[in-house]
């Protein structure tokens, strides 16, 4: 049996973030995880855009941009969901992940899915750098691996 995987090495390449400012508290978390990493892996920081948001739901249209741009080696899209009181939380979740999921798929480039969605405040903090690590470091470690993903 063959394997095909990517290697971690981020010199040269080039990430846009695209993040929402909606529950930014957690977001800037999320955003320094996914730095921190694409640093740490050999990405220059001057070759890091990060394009911010109102929203989740606006995300989708940045990172299609930001895709169509041709600037580009990935796009990862950053944001927090949070369940509320109403059904806001399903639809706004799912159409998110349907809008990003439709992006990768006829994009050139990896488009990743970094959107936190959490019952509680708490799961957010928790996905954000505490018990649950970081979503926005896992992330932009996906985004390394399938930028580098040659052989197919």
């Known amino acids: 049996m063959n394997t095909v995987e990517g290697n971690l090495e981020g010199k040269g390449k080039k990430v846009a973030l695209v993040a929402g400012r909606f529950n930014d508290f957690i977001n800037e978390k999320l955003i320094g995880g996914a730095r921190d990493c694409l640093i740490r892996h050999g990405v220059a920081d001057k070759n890091i855009l990060l394009v911010r948001v109102p929203g989740s739901f606006e995300i989708t249209y940045a990172a ?4 169509d741009s041709g600037k580009f080696d990935s796009v990862i899209c950053i944001g927090t969901i949070i ?3 109403t059904g806001h939380y399903e639809l706004l979740s799912a159409e998110v992940t349907k809008g990003i999921a439709s992006l990768a798929a006829r994009a050139d480039i ?3 899915y970094g959107i936190v969605t959490a019952d509680t405040i ?3 903090i928790e ?3 505490s018990k ?3 979503r926005g470091w896992d992330a932009a470690m ?3 691996e ?3 993903l040659t052989g197919i």
């Open 132 to 134: 649950m690590g970081n």
């Open 146 to 148: 399938m930028m580098n």
């Open 64 to 67: 299609g941009k930001a895709v």
């Open 83 to 85: 369940r509320g009181g």
């Open 122 to 124: 708490e799961q957010a």
């Open 110 to 112: 990896p488009v990743v």
């Open 127 to 129: 996905r954000a750098g």
């Open 142 to 144: 996906t985004a390394l």
